[in-house]
């Protein structure tokens, strides 16, 4: 079964992940599963969350998971992985970048009768976000930091 469950997770992050395909994410998750982000918050259904993927792949259309990563324990898949992605389209409703980014981040996935019920992420936003020109360098917020009056 631990094979089985590991292998379904490479299943989904390859198709689903990178390459948009929604039927494979039917297929291979409950109707009902509930997916948790830090951006989009709960997406609590899953044609919410192949909302959320498909509107992820226009802004980066080079979107790609590498997985560096997997385990199980009991019921759950944990995943290490890495994201690349160029951004050349709209996202999160900012102008496109044209700039790349590598983000990091880890899921933790519970699977209950070969179906995925529930994910949860975590990744490095404001490293995304800064790569993007987006948020200003760490070294700059270390500079206002420091400058910063103490209380």
């Known amino acids: 079964m631990a094979t089985d469950n590991i292998a379904l997770m490479k299943r989904f992050v390859e198709e689903v992940w990178n390459k948009g395909n929604f039927k494979v994410a039917d297929e291979l998750s409950s109707s009902t599963a509930i997916f948790h982000d830090p951006i989009a918050k709960d997406l609590s259904s899953l ?5 959320y993927v498909a509107s992820l792949r226009v802004a980066f259309p080079d979107f790609h998971v590498a997985l560096d ?4 324990s009991g019921d759950k898949v944990y995943m290490r992985w890495t994201a690349t992605g160029t951004n050349n ?3 999160m409703g900012m102008a496109p970048t044209n700039k790349r980014s590598v983000v990091v981040g880890m899921s933790m996935n519970r699977i209950q009768g070969g179906k995925i019920v529930e994910t949860w992420m975590s990744y490095d936003m404001l490293g995304m976000l ?6 200003p360098p760490m070294e700059k917020l270390s500079q206002a930091a420091a400058a910063a009056p103490m209380r």
């Open 47 to 51: 044609d919410a969350f192949k909302g």
């Open 130 to 135: 800064q790569q993007l020109g987006i948020a």
């Open 89 to 91: 389209g709209s996202f």
């Open 69 to 72: 990563d997997i385990a199980m």
